[in-house]
């Protein structure tokens, strides 16, 4: 039996390509989120496949079987498939061929609404194969679906089997849909399974914010977590959670079931009443607690209490842990009246003890009905120790509910600090708003103002941001001078962001305030209370003072940074985890790194400070090194490195609703796709539309999602974001060859009179730019662009702009001796760093010499590049290479038709299988094969391709 997993992963890589194969059938739906099972269910079954199959899909409960279905039923008949289809029942399940006889009234009849009198087709148990084609089969392709298979007579699913292997003259396939871990019995071995898992991230957001009255902020993230992925989990939670919170904690209000829902507390109400306690207990307890601690709580030591849960298929046991396998059933086991589940904190509380003050601190604040102070400060102190950034927020807020009137603001203000950490721009707003109706205190309404607009800022909102910071400013006429600093150095991450002339005119000024304020503490010796014990505290610490100064000073000037990034200390790269000072430091200090076009300090800082990130799940602070770190990653040629992180990094960006990070991601991965060679990803006419499942309009890069209420991103006031896309764009058109279209994408990074309309993303585009010219006959243009762009950069450029602008001179500058430039462009080594530019300026040489009839050292330049190009997997480049060697005389690697007829039958069953993305073990799995062996397979195939990694196969199966 051939079994095919199915969901997260796979919806989102099948996704854009899928929305070409497969297009909408007049008016023919989509579930949300399930293209790549759509694409695949349709690939094997569907109108174009001449073969008999039978496909069954399993999941659990509300995972979305029957929508599949029923959309896989819809296309087929859209495209002119016989459709037949049947809902199967428990009370049928004993009765033989009672599914066969609906499929045979509804094949009489025309459809199954119309077949009431299905009881009379008594004759279908003595038909046999045949004649059963004859009743239910037409003329060209049927299908057959049957949904909750579970229930269905075994008489029924013998017979359609039977029926599918003697279908010959006309292909018929059977679709099953069925609860659980296995299908139903007697299914032949060819039969396939696809097993449905949960919704990927950015679908379960997408179902989720299409619902009247969605929750938002918290409230929406916490039910996201509940959800886990199952989509009636969602669509019942979001119904159940449409009312006034009563702010209980952790456990939430109390629910009206609905549906599904209704029938686990059914389950759960057949259970013994110890065994329905213990299921209370299990889910009030928080999320990762012991079997022993909750089985402790109860004061029981019988473990056989929760075996009826588990012969329900309730709850599983696992590494010592009790999981619900059903969120439905998680929240069934938890309604019970207030004072019952209060009981049950209380006893977990207990249990747990004064051992883990983090955990005892949240159960004794669920039972806490007015204000606490002993809780709240219990709260506060252990906020950060109890688990990630969403669930140090939560707690936070929570301190801050039960805080006496003195204490309230600061704790509000910690819990702003905290929700901006996760970056949940509804969670911000809410949290400022309540802050800003409790205190006025101009020093806590900068910090709180910092936190605001560094979440408006990756929401795409920079005019907003950056005025909120110029009014925290305004309404501090006696600033507090580390938290001037933090102002000044939001600002900065802003105005990098904007590209806006006008915000980059105010950061001198807020600097030399915050410099001046400084100085003035100084002399004075006076630390305020506020900033002593609030959030920002860290600021006090002279080092990162100095890195955040720094890293302002390099966005006023762009030329500045080469200086700064050997003066500044680099904090160490040990394996402790970064305190909030120091983690600030580390990012400032990468970003300046990353202004001076040093990539080794950069990748270095980056990566620690993305791991300690990542591990505390604070990507209101992660997304600030996203796309900076993925430029690095880019530029000096750690591609799959960068692919990976900005396909993690986008579920994350699109459930928080960050339209610019978001942007930055679909730009970046548009980017890799054309360096790669690849262009199907590029939308020629890219128009945002803000919606979760539509991104940009047309485009087949079905992975860029961005799920905004706000109707998308204003390109205008996100000029990092327009500049980044630029290129992409530009980068995509040359792949394919149209250097006109090339030219004038890149060009828009600059203005009429040759301005980099981003003072640091546009001039690192002007060797690209350079080529377009040349290519496409607008030298002069590109030469005044390369001029500004020289003078922008000052008297010491780096050297990585040095070196750029060197290779662009050499291409389109009359003033320049073209050979002179070129070697300029390659005599230093540092350039090796990045290996792509590199391997770009010498392609762009060789062909000089070859024009110059200087054949051997062009060869040598085509040989040095095609290595590079290989390395890199540059496969567009690569490929426009070998061309050139060829006309030089020199042996490339075999077309990839001859290459491939070279290999042994089970090398190309491999390399098909490769390329369609399964893995190793994957492929060894349908072949019988170990891992390893798959993976020798492929080492020895790559050089008889000529190529030198995985991602490239799908280009050579196309090209033969």
């Given at each position: 039996?051939?079994?095919?997993?199915?969901?997260t992963a796979a919806g989102h890589r099948g996704a854009g390509r899928l929305?070409?194969?497969?297009?909408?059938?007049?008016?023919?739906?989509?579930?949300?989120?399930?293209?790549?099972?759509?694409?695949?269910?349709?690939?094997?079954?569907?109108?174009?496949?001449?073969?008999?199959?039978?496909?069954?899909?399993?999941?659990?409960?509300?995972?979305?079987?029957?929508?599949?279905?029923?959309?896989?039923?819809?296309?087929?008949?859209?495209?002119?498939?016989?459709?037949?289809?049947?809902?199967?029942?428990?009370?049928?399940?004993?009765?033989?061929?009672?599914?066969?006889?609906?499929?045979?009234?509804?094949?009489?009849?025309?459809?199954?609404?119309?077949?009431?009198?299905?009881?009379?087709?008594?004759?279908?148990?003595?038909?046999?194969?045949?004649?059963?084609?004859?009743?239910?089969?037409?003329?060209?392709?049927?299908?057959?679906?049957?949904?909750?298979?579970?229930?269905?007579?075994?008489?029924?699913?013998?017979?359609?089997?039977?029926?599918?292997?003697?279908?010959?003259?006309?292909?018929?396939?059977?679709?099953?849909?069925?609860?659980?871990?296995?299908?139903?019995?007697?299914?032949?071995?060819?039969?396939?399974?696809?097993?449905?898992?949960?919704?990927?991230?950015?679908?379960?957001?997408?179902?989720?914010?299409?619902?009247?009255?969605?929750?938002?902020?918290?409230?929406?993230?916490?039910?996201?977590?509940?959800?886990?992925?199952?989509?009636?989990?969602?669509?019942?939670?979001?119904?159940?959670?449409?009312?006034?919170?009563?702010?209980?904690?952790?456990?939430?209000?109390?629910?009206?079931?609905?549906?599904?829902?209704?029938?686990?507390?059914?389950?759960?109400?057949?259970?013994?009443?110890?065994?329905?306690?213990?299921?209370?207990?299990?889910?009030?307890?928080?999320?990762?607690?012991?079997?022993?601690?909750?089985?402790?709580?109860?004061?029981?030591?019988?473990?056989?209490?929760?075996?009826?849960?588990?012969?329900?298929?309730?709850?599983?046991?696992?590494?010592?842990?009790v999981v619900f396998r059903h969120p439905l059933g998680r929240s069934a086991?938890?309604?019970?009246?207030?004072?019952?589940?209060?009981?049950?904190?209380?006893?977990?509380?207990?249990?747990?003890?004064?051992?883990?003050?983090?955990?005892?601190?949240?159960?004794?604040?669920?039972?806490?009905?007015?204000?606490?102070?002993?809780?709240?400060?219990?709260?506060?102190?252990?906020?950060?120790?109890?688990?990630?950034?969403?669930?140090?927020?939560?707690?936070?807020?929570?301190?801050?509910?039960?805080?006496?009137?003195?204490?309230?603001?600061?704790?509000?203000?910690?819990?702003?600090?905290?929700?901006?950490?996760?970056?949940?721009?509804?969670?911000?707003?809410?949290?400022?708003?309540?802050?800003?109706?409790?205190?006025?205190?101009?020093?806590?309404?900068?910090?709180?103002?910092?936190?605001?607009?560094?979440?408006?800022?990756?929401?795409?909102?920079?005019?907003?941001?950056?005025?909120?910071?110029?009014?925290?400013?305004?309404?501090?006429?006696?600033?507090?001078?580390?938290?001037?600093?933090?102002?000044?150095?939001?600002?900065?991450?802003?105005?990098?962001?904007?590209?806006?002339?006008?915000?980059?005119?105010?950061?001198?000024?807020?600097?030399?305030?915050?410099?001046?304020?400084?100085?003035?503490?100084?002399?004075?010796?006076?630390?305020?209370?506020?900033?002593?014990?609030?959030?920002?505290?860290?600021?006090?610490?002279?080092?990162?003072?100095?890195?955040?100064?720094?890293?302002?000073?390099?966005?006023?000037?762009?030329?500045?940074?080469?200086?700064?990034?050997?003066?500044?200390?680099?904090?160490?790269?040990?394996?402790?985890?970064?305190?909030?000072?120091?983690?600030?430091?580390?990012?400032?200090?990468?970003?300046?790194?990353?202004?001076?076009?040093?990539?080794?300090?950069?990748?270095?800082?980056?990566?620690?400070?993305?791991?300690?990130?990542?591990?505390?799940?604070?990507?209101?602070?992660?997304?600030?090194?996203?796309?900076?770190?993925?430029?690095?990653?880019?530029?000096?040629?750690?591609?799959?490195?960068?692919?990976?992180?900005?396909?993690?990094?986008?579920?994350?960006?699109?459930?928080?609703?960050?339209?610019?990070?978001?942007?930055?991601?679909?730009?970046?991965?548009?980017?890799?796709?054309?360096?790669?060679?690849?262009?199907?990803?590029?939308?020629?006419?890219?128009?945002?539309?803000?919606?979760?499942?539509?991104?940009?309009?047309?485009?087949?890069?079905?992975?860029?999602?961005?799920?905004?209420?706000?109707?998308?991103?204003?390109?205008?006031?996100?000029?990092?974001?327009?500049?980044?896309?630029?290129?992409?764009?530009?980068?995509?058109?040359?792949?394919?060859?149209?250097?006109?279209?090339?030219?004038?994408?890149?060009?828009?990074?600059?203005?009429?009179?040759?301005?980099?309309?981003h003072p640091h993303l546009s001039p690192r585009a002007i060797a690209d730019?350079?080529?377009?010219?040349?290519?496409?006959?607008?030298?002069?243009?590109?030469?005044?662009?390369?001029?500004?762009?020289?003078?922008?950069?000052?008297?010491?450029?780096?050297?990585?702009?040095?070196?750029?602008?060197?290779?662009?001179?050499?291409?389109?500058?009359?003033?320049?001796?073209?050979?002179?430039?070129?070697?300029?462009?390659?005599?230093?080594?540092?350039?090796?760093?990045?290996?792509?530019?590199?391997?770009?300026?010498?392609?762009?040489?060789?062909?000089?010499?070859?024009?110059?009839?200087?054949?051997?050292?062009?060869?040598?330049?085509?040989?040095?590049?095609?290595?590079?190009?290989?390395?890199?997997?540059?496969?567009?480049?690569?490929?426009?290479?070998?061309?050139?060697?060829?006309?030089?005389?020199?042996?490339?690697?075999?077309?990839?038709?001859?290459?491939?007829?070279?290999?042994?039958?089970?090398?190309?069953?491999?390399?098909?299988?490769?390329?369609?993305?399964?893995?190793?073990?994957?492929?060894?799995?349908?072949?019988?094969?170990?891992?390893?062996?798959?993976?020798?397979?492929?080492?020895?195939?790559?050089?008889?391709?000529?190529?030198?990694?995985?991602?490239?196969?799908?280009?050579?199966?196309?090209?033969?």
């Amino acid at each position: 039996m051939i079994e095919t997993a199915a969901g997260t992963a796979a919806g989102h890589r099948g996704a854009g390509r899928l929305d070409r194969d497969i297009p909408e059938r007049h008016g023919a739906r989509r579930p949300t989120g399930r293209d790549g099972e759509l694409g695949h269910i349709l690939g094997r079954i569907g109108p174009d496949t001449a073969d008999s199959r039978i496909l069954v899909l399993l999941g659990a409960e509300g995972i979305g079987k029957t929508w599949l279905l029923r959309a896989v039923c819809e296309q087929a008949a859209a495209a002119g498939v016989h459709v037949l289809s049947a809902q199967s029942w428990t009370v049928e399940k004993e009765v033989a061929f009672a599914g066969l006889r609906r499929l045979v009234a509804a094949a009489s009849a025309g459809s199954v609404d119309q077949a009431a009198d299905f009881h009379g087709h008594a004759d279908v148990e003595s038909l046999d194969a045949a004649a059963l084609l004859n009743r239910l089969a037409a003329p060209g392709r049927t299908l057959i679906a049957v949904d909750d298979v579970q229930d269905c007579d075994p008489a029924t699913v013998a017979a359609l089997c039977q029926m599918v292997r003697h279908a010959t003259t006309h292909p018929v396939s059977v679709l099953l849909a069925g609860r659980g871990d296995a299908g139903p019995c007697g299914l032949p071995p060819e039969a396939e399974i696809l097993r449905v898992g949960p919704l990927g991230p950015r679908s379960a957001a997408a179902l989720l914010d299409a619902q009247p009255g969605a929750p938002t902020g918290r409230r929406r993230l916490e039910l996201l977590r509940d959800a886990r992925g199952n989509p009636s989990a969602l669509l019942e939670l979001c119904r159940d959670r449409g009312m006034p919170d009563d702010s209980a904690f952790p456990a939430g209000p109390d629910l009206l079931g609905t549906r599904i829902e209704r029938e686990f507390e059914m389950r759960i109400r057949g259970l013994p009443p110890e065994t329905q306690r213990a299921l209370l207990y299990a889910t009030t307890a928080l999320p990762g607690e012991s079997l022993a601690t909750i089985t402790g709580a109860l004061g029981a030591d019988d473990l056989d209490v929760w075996a009826p849960a588990e012969t329900a298929g309730l709850i599983a046991i696992r590494d010592g842990q009790v999981v619900f396998r059903h969120p439905l059933g998680r929240s069934a086991a938890g309604r019970q009246p207030v004072h019952v589940r209060h009981r049950a904190h209380s006893d977990l509380a207990a249990a747990v003890g004064a051992a883990r003050p983090a955990v005892r601190a949240q159960h004794v604040a669920a039972t806490s009905l007015g204000a606490d102070e002993a809780t709240a400060r219990m709260l506060n102190s252990t906020a950060w120790t109890a688990g990630d950034t969403f669930t140090a927020a939560r707690i936070l807020e929570r301190a801050a509910e039960l805080s006496d009137a003195p204490g309230q603001v600061v704790r509000l203000a910690d819990a702003l600090v905290a929700a901006c950490a996760l970056g949940d721009l509804d969670w911000v707003r809410t949290l400022h708003e309540d802050l800003v109706r409790r205190a006025a205190d101009p020093v806590l309404g900068s910090a709180a103002a910092c936190a605001v607009a560094s979440t408006l800022s990756l929401a795409s909102y920079q005019q907003e941001a950056f005025d909120l910071l110029l009014e925290a400013a305004d309404r501090c006429p006696d600033p507090d001078g580390p938290l001037a600093l933090a102002v000044a150095a939001v600002a900065a991450g802003i105005a990098e962001a904007s590209g806006l002339p006008e915000h980059y005119r105010r950061l001198p000024g807020l600097q030399a305030r915050a410099d001046a304020a400084i100085a003035a503490r100084t002399q004075s010796e006076s630390v305020s209370e506020t900033e002593t014990e609030g959030a920002a505290a860290w600021l006090n610490d002279g080092d990162v003072r100095s890195a955040l100064n720094a890293y302002v000073s390099t966005v006023t000037r762009d030329d500045a940074a080469a200086g700064l990034t050997h003066r500044l200390e680099q904090p160490r790269l040990g394996t402790l985890s970064d305190d909030p000072g120091r983690l600030v430091r580390r990012l400032a200090v990468a970003a300046v790194a990353y202004r001076a076009d040093d990539p080794e300090p950069c990748l270095a800082q980056f990566r620690k400070a993305d791991a300690e990130l990542r591990a505390r799940a604070a990507f209101g602070v992660r997304a600030w090194l996203l796309a900076p770190l993925v430029d690095t990653l880019l530029a000096t040629g750690r591609w799959t490195e960068a692919e990976a992180l900005t396909e993690s990094a986008m579920d994350q960006a699109v459930v928080l609703k960050m339209s610019r990070v978001a942007t930055d991601l679909h730009a970046l991965t548009l980017t890799l796709s054309a360096l790669r060679g690849d262009t199907s990803l590029e939308d020629p006419a890219p128009r945002y539309d803000g919606r979760l499942d539509g991104g940009f309009q047309g485009a087949a890069h079905g992975a860029f999602h961005s799920a905004l209420s706000n109707g998308g991103i204003d390109l205008a006031e996100n000029g990092a974001a327009r500049a980044r896309l630029a290129r992409a764009h530009g980068l995509t058109a040359m792949a394919r060859g149209d250097w006109a279209a090339g030219f004038r994408r890149l060009r828009s990074l600059f203005s009429l009179d040759g301005e980099p309309v981003h003072p640091h993303l546009s001039p690192r585009a002007i060797a690209d730019l350079a080529v377009a010219a040349a290519r496409s006959g607008r030298s002069p243009e590109a030469a005044k662009i390369l001029e500004r762009t020289r003078e922008q950069q000052g008297d010491r450029p780096s050297i990585r702009m040095t070196l750029l602008m060197h290779h662009a001179a050499a291409l389109v500058d009359p003033d320049t001796d073209p050979e002179d430039a070129f070697q300029l462009a390659l005599v230093n080594p540092a350039g090796e760093q990045w290996p792509l530019e590199r391997a770009q300026a010498r392609f762009s040489y060789a062909l000089w010499l070859r024009r110059a009839r200087r054949t051997s050292e062009a060869r040598e330049q085509l040989t040095s590049a095609l290595e590079a190009a290989e390395e890199l997997g540059a496969d567009g480049l690569a490929t426009a290479i070998r061309g050139e060697m060829r006309a030089s005389g020199v042996a490339t690697a075999p077309e990839p038709a001859a290459a491939l007829a070279a290999l042994t039958a089970q090398q190309r069953q491999i390399v098909h299988l490769a390329a369609r993305g399964l893995s190793n073990r994957e492929i060894g799995d349908q072949l019988y094969l170990s891992p390893r062996t798959v993976g020798s397979h492929l080492y020895n195939v790559y050089p008889k391709l000529g190529i030198s990694s995985r991602h490239q196969l799908r280009d050579v199966l196309e090209r033969g």
